[in-house]
């Protein structure tokens, strides 16, 4: 009879959070040998055999987004010849997650080219978390798990036991997100309205909820160069607010962001390791997703729904 | 040397729009047999050859929808085997272009599967109108073409040369595209707001602009039992809104809607013939995109880009 | 080590067959969720989890036939993305089984299209019953298994312990079919043909093969419109048949067969469960084929081979 | 602008068929090196330029029909990676046609292995003569263009001037070619019959239909050993027939076939050469498919219909 | 729970090798019926169930190469129709390995071809012996392993206990190969060069490195018409070398490759069985790598690396 | 009828060879914006239309090999869902083709997921110069043109009007492309040996042929750190050689290859524009390819063999 083991591996650059997922699973990491030569050309080799096993790969790297990618997909390929029984990628951030329709014509749609080129290298599965377009799963033929990080952040302001909260979205299209939020925090909902009526006038930001003596939490999925919520906190502020704190899943922290981060009102600005800092920064506070990943992982190898998964009472991280 | 002609097809119950395409481009329809067998099963034969040409199948049916579909795959089949050098499936209004994504756990994503389909029938090209969601075309590999009827409403508008409009998007959603319908008109903008900030108390609609003394134009893509539209413009003519016109591009107008329609405040509510209208409906207006198709079905037969098309000076009628 | 456990799915409106068969096996089906929007458009959900399981579809539906392979389709979708360790679809009757060829040029072959569909909405397997041409497994790519009902007739006419039996073939075509119908009823056999030697001269029905005195069961595929058979059984009796029989194992029963069959000189005629009999009608009998395909199920999931299945010492189901 | 321009080549061992066609299309055959080593493998080489080119390839081989085979995939594999532009196999006598559906369980389908490895091999279209069975053409995703070879011999008996003719079928499953063979000449049809009604009897053969005192002509797709056509002729000749032939597409002529014919009552038994017969032979008269298969290429490569080919006024050769 | 077995199946013309690792395994070969029409078609059946298992086909054949190869196709075709579980080829010599690029313009590359037909056939893995080029691995998709059969050529001369051995590249080309079977017997190493420096003088082969007084052994992967390796051993012989062996991993053995080895002035050529000898040769010994083979699938089969396999300490047989 | 123009299009930091080419066919390179996000994601888009024209993209980029290959790939996508109607690519130094097989256990083969890659983001030909390994072509499914620059190098040293040269190859594995370049300049042939006879005795350089007295020319396909061109250079000198040369297609020049050539007793190093050169280097020397390209993108675009190029009298550019 065939046991299929599971075999967990780090992808390019992406130690730190596959390390604690190894951790969490008391598997270890498989030791993998990667160089580049010095014309760019990324060479890696699986120095333990996966033949046969049901192989998780967790990317979330730092540095040269493209390069990564491009090393993924060679990681891939020499598993896939080294017999890997079943190849499942582990892409929290889903990159070029925001290109996902044309929104002028001759556009490419690279999300969909990224699904393609994962697809052809020789995956069976994905697992990412809040990806930015739920659309994305629908560029895949093969499963995809996409999970939750909002619990992360719930059971963060339930541990601190805050009372008096108001959770915001910072735009009308994150009303979902927000809502669930939420309800998981038993708090009312505020929205930043970008009031935009006419095409002549600048942008204006309006509340609507109320939002005066309440500690204001702020929920996204991506932090970028941190424009729109640094703008938001500071509208917030205004409106009488009180604490004011920012939580999305991935932080992306493009230039200025940290800048700007520093010069706000925010009290603190959570964000998972989806995305690994290289360095601890000002107001910001990283929870980790490692141990639901551990969890997503077990189940997934053990053929579990994800679905019950749940990091306390009544809540689930997935859908 | 071989030369492409052009061959122009109906699809199953689509001869209206399909007869004014093909009068628009001086091509007359190829003679297609379709029979349906007692027990459901669907027969087509394309009586005449199209051996060699560039195929445009024209799919806006009346009927089951599900049937309809089920025979556009059966007639590419046909095609495909007598020797079609290329088929271009024109599907205006696009089925299940609201299941994109997966809402909850172990949903199907069937527009992605519509577009698995279509193909492996055996298409090379899908042409639109005004889809549900961008994200759509991610799910063909092949080339699509997604033209707007935003510019069929405005120069209905601008002819009837009406002062003081103007436009009115339904939900936040919609803003993009209410923007772009409002500066073909050189009109105002104004938002619908859904605000449902607790998740206790019932919805209640704002409208975030100035409508008061002026005629208001709604915009939709799609206008299905047509509940919001109908609230919309009571709100609206509750804020002093004058006369109250909807358009949206696609009518699939399910029950209750000619009722609904009926008793509201609306002047007029304009669909095009993407989805054909049985009979004529009190309020309702049809304008047609066949003079627009056979523009964009004459450009791609003879390689000439889509995004030089246009209505009327400065508009384009593609992306 | 990964288990696979057995999931037992009713296809849209399949519930009957697929109960029969979930008792057989003693297996629950899993839940799913259904619903038709008004515009037509199907909507399925897996209620359940199927991650890492071996699934099967019942698909013997009442009702519209393509809105019922579209709702398939849909479902095949949704437990693909669900995780859904392996899809097999059971479709007694394989739908549009007929247009497996082209009669005249440009004709689709539509049953083709039909396995095409299938594999591109991520099946791994089909099981069929009396497949109206063997060729049609060769559509697939994917492995199929072909399981005979005649058995399961051959069984009901000796527990009756008839005596004095002749089995007769409706068509030369069907000769094959017949003869081992006859061996497992240790009967003679006897062929109606129909002579249509001059093409100015209308056919004329013959019987090859002794008749006079016995009592006859034709043996077919499949019952449509029911014009042969009972035109068939007309000529028996003419030839002094005793009482005459059919059996077939695909009841279509397109109008206006009930009709017909009433006004016939048929005692019986049998029919399997493949397609479900919404009301019973006046001579017709259905047997089941739940037993069997509930073997199979079980055979083909434990890796047990299906030519060993059998009704009684010496028979085969299967091939 | 591109031209296409059309090139003709002879597949393995197939210079025979090839030349004819090239002399009536007045294309010369473009020079292809073959080699066979010494180990068994086939060597082939382009020498002349074929890129851009819509190539048709004549695949009428003598010899070993498995090395043939192997190297018409060589060759198409040379021919698409020199930028062939268009492949289409001409294949009249298409290869394992009688394997086209499993007879018992574990069989292979070979006909639809072979459509296969056609299509992965590079092919974008395939033209055969007199398909052993219709549902072949959908074993294959690429456009085929299946011709009849019937109105060759209708010609033939035509020009013959013969009187009192009648057209035999020598089995029930031939009678629509028969039949419309008969049409063709306007005469009258019989059919012989393998009565074997019980399973303890030796088959006896019988005519349905009258041949006393008439030139019969035994039509069929295939002749392989010869042995069933040569009995129906002996049971005609002791029915009264007069002069006896035969025609049949496809002279595959295996032991003892040219013995069997050389003693029978036959006056003349006529193939195609679509299968080249290496000797002259006893009786046996070759009528060529060169002619028809200059102008469906000619067709094929102008875009124009092949339903509008006719031998003579009121006939098809296709479908 | 599923269990996955293992089937070991002789392709055709391969009883030889696939009887001596059935024994090793201790597995019986399933029983596969093998008829070949007299026209040539291949006619295949399994006798015994292979569904759900994990089979591993045998494929080492006397006799027609193509032919062999077109037989091994079709039983891919009825196995996976049978529902095997999951395929691997073990070809020891892969055939047209040397047709692995092209030398000029419009020639194929079959290697490729091979695979792809490999891969549309069904299969899920391929085993290898010393594949002549490595970027051959490359021409597939799925998993290969290719194993080296030098340790087995070292064992035999070890165990002979031979002193004062050089091993002997017969081309610059076989450099690495040679040092490693060097190394293995912890022998010095010479290369025979063939220096062609200037375009108009004949070949002269030079040996690189000491001979003299020693006993040589030339090894190489392939011998196939043994012109090279009998001018070699001359060459050698006039150095000074003592007794001069050859050791190859594939005996293609084409004419007049026997009658130079037997006036050669070789001691003994040693090749392996990965491709049958039909009568035993003088100067010629066959060692068997079908132990190996036995081993290696067992380790496939229960997902154990195969770099762990060893002839003798120290050694790997893989990579 | 169809026409189709030819869209010559620069990838992603190729301007530099692209508008030589562009010079050289007198077509104008056809506009695209090109973006880089902050956080590494490359945003493109073509804003010219290339709907049905046959689109010629050139890479042969400057800067991060990975970065610019997703920036390839990206292009791509973006035009094919412009409709372009045909896609070349022509990457005159083909990146990862070092990594084209298997060196040990469990590596990738990157060229072939390079092919893949291509192929899967929808194109339709290669164009290559002096591919490193003539199997990765048969990595590639779709045509592939590799082109020979050794021409050029021919053409420059016989303008020069030398007398007395001889052509070096650095290895073994280079002859046959030496051999073919001393053809071209009708000089002798000399061999550099690195003989490396037993396993503990340091490499030491033989010259095989006579350099003494004559000018010398190495000649290679990719110069990467140029340590053993550098050091075969001054094995020549020492054994009397007068003037030294390099030329190899590709200048990779990985540090410290600059200065080990500045160093070196090179007269010059010869290489194409295949990769740019940013500065302009002591000793090194660039000749252009663009005039073959254009002439091989003309001949292509026009359906003329390319066997047929030619830069002088007797040779061809072209395998």
Redo the contacts between chains.
């Keep these: ?5 599971l075999s967990l591996i780090a992808s390019l650059n992406s130690q730190e959070l596959a390390a604690k997922v190894s951790e969490h699973l008391t598997v270890p990491l498989k030791k993998i040998d990667v160089e580049q ?11 333990e ?6 192989v998780f790969i967790i990317h979330a790297p730092t540095g ?4 990564n ?3 993924l ?3 891939i ?7 890997a ?1 079943d190849i499942t990628v582990v892409m929290p951030y889903f ?2 997650s ?16 990224v699904a ?2 994962l697809e ?3 995956i069976n ?1 994905m697992v990412t978390f809040d990806l930015h ?7 895949f ?1 093969v ?4 999970i939750s990080a909002i619990p992360v952040f719930a059971k963060y302001f339930i541990e601190k036991s805050m009372d008096n909260i108001v959770v915001v979205s910072p735009d ?2 994150g ?1 979902k997100r927000a ?1 669930s939020f ?2 998981l925090l038993n708090a ?4 930043i ?1 970008k ?5 002549n006038v600048a942008t204006a930001l309006h509340v ?2 109320d939002v005066e003596g309440k500690h204001a939490i702020i929920i996204d999925d991506i932090i ?2 941190a424009g729109s919520i640094v703008e938001a906190a500071r509208c917030l502020k205004e409106k009488g607010a009180l604490d004011i704190y920012a939580a999305a899943t991935h932080g ?1 922290f ?2 200025p962001a940290f800048e700007r981060i520093k010069g706000s009102p925010f009290k603190e600005v959570l964000v998972t390791d989806s995305l690994p800092l290289s360095h601890s920064q000002e107001k910001i506070r990283v929870l980790s997703i490692a141990q639901i990943l551990a969890e997503a992982i077990d189940r ?8 019950d998964m749940s990091l306390f009472k009544g809540t689930t991280l ?2």
């Design positions: 009879m065939k046991e299929r083991k030569f010095k014309n760019g050309e990324i060479y890696v080799k699986a120095e055999s996966v033949r046969g096993t049901e040269n987004l493209n390069e990618f491009i090393g997909l060679v990681l390929d020499a598993l896939k010849r080294a017999s029984g990159i070029y925001r290109q996902d329709k044309q929104a002028a014509v001759r556009e490419p749609i690279t999300a969909r080219l393609n080129l052809t290298s020789g599965r377009s739920g659309a994305i799963q629908g560029f033929n499963a995809t798990d996409n009308a299209g009303t809502r939420a309800q009312p909902l505020a929205v309205d009031r935009r009526t006419s095409h609507l909820g970028d160069t992306v493009s230039e997934i190898h053990s053929n579990e729904p994800l679905s997935f859908g």
